[in-house]
Nanobody, 115 residues
Framework: QVQLVESGGGLVQPGGSLRLSCVASGFTFSDRTMRWYRQAPGEERELVASINRSGSTSTYVDSVKGRFTISRDNAKNTVWLQMNSLQPEDTAVYYC????????WGQGTQVTVSS
């Protein structure tokens, strides 16, 4: 079965960095676009970044452009989200996502940006 397992969240001060990882299994990873979403308390889930199957094309929500970088290694079935210059408004649960026969989500990893 499809599994997406995120890690790398935590508490960081404003201006700091974190790197989130998502290890995938149960499907052919290299065949699927991968995405990172986030959901802050009281807010709707928001698409943060996506990366195509080969890793050659990525897209970002405007609020993270220039600060976040999505990347993938198809040999390791892993997608990453490098987050730099973190701000309190980046505080959220971050989810890995893909679509095969249906949408799949990981369990989420909490990112808290606070001094």
């Amino acid at each position: 079965q499809v599994q997406l397992v995120e890690s790398g969240g935590g508490l960081v001060q404003p201006g700091g960095s974190l790197r989130l990882s998502c290890v995938a299994s149960g499907f052919t990873f290299s065949d699927r676009t991968m995405r990172w979403y986030r959901q802050a308390p009281g807010e709707e889930r928001e698409l943060v970044a996506s990366i195509n199957r080969s890793g050659s094309t990525s897209t970002y929500v405007d609020s993270v452009k220039g600060r976040f970088t999505i990347s993938r290694d198809n040999a390791k079935n892993t997608v990453w989200l490098q987050m730099n210059s973190l701000q309190p408004e980046d505080t959220a649960v971050y989810y890995c996502h893909t679509i095969t026969s249906k949408p799949y989500w990981g369990q989420g990893t909490q990112v808290t940006v606070s001094s």
